[in-house]
């Protein structure tokens, strides 16, 4: 994939991670709630900002040749689809700070039908697979470490609070985090 057309991908993810931002913000207003790992959010938006910058800036100064670049954009065009269905699904509330509302009803449609976290799910995967269509392998390994890292504590915390909500426990009893069937 050329530089060029690598560049204008990246860019297009980091403008949708920018909208998401807006719909975020919204969806914050109005409703009290409590927000799960708050001390890591920062770390969160500096690796997301990393996601958006290490690749290009290792694209451009090893010049890698990518491979599998038909197999990355599948990956990466899914894991955009799953998130976008996560948050269609969440509707009010999602939010990026996992601020988890007072009057939460648990949510058991859409993805959340087959996995508790496919919001996650899609931002580890777009996490591998956006430098490593540019052939950033680099930036993919220390990227998705951190991630996996800062999500493994958010994920902790988040399913602290929303077990704490009627209904969360019995709605998602026997379902797996990450992958129907598998822990």
Do not use: C, K
């Not at 390994?141 to 504590?153: E, G, K, P, Q, T």
């Amino acid at each position: 994939m050329r530089g060029a057309t690598y560049a204008s991908i990246v860019a297009l993810v980091g403008l949708q991670r920018v909208r998401e931002l807006a719909v975020s913000r919204r969806h914050e207003s109005g409703y009290r709630g409590s927000r799960a790992a708050a001390r890591t959010y920062p770390v969160m938006v500096a690796i997301n900002v990393a996601l958006f910058t290490l690749p290009l800036a290792e694209v451009a100064i090893r010049r890698p040749r990518p491979r599998a670049a038909g197999l990355w954009l599948a990956l990466l065009a899914g894991a955009t689809g799953l998130r976008w269905w996560s948050i269609a699904s969440l509707g009010r509330s999602w939010n990026v700070r996992a601020v988890v509302p007072d009057d939460l009803v648990p949510v058991t449609a859409g993805p959340y039908r087959y996995i508790r976290h496919p919001n996650y799910l899609a931002v580890a995967v777009e996490f591998l697979a956006l430098p490593m269509l540019g052939g950033a392998w680099m930036s993919a390994l220390a990227l998705s470490i951190v991630d996996s890292l800062v999500l493994a504590d958010r994920i902790r915390a988040e399913e602290r609070l929303l077990a704490a909500r009627p209904g969360y426990s019995e709605a998602f009893s026997g379902r797996s985090r990450f992958f129907p069937g598998v822990f």
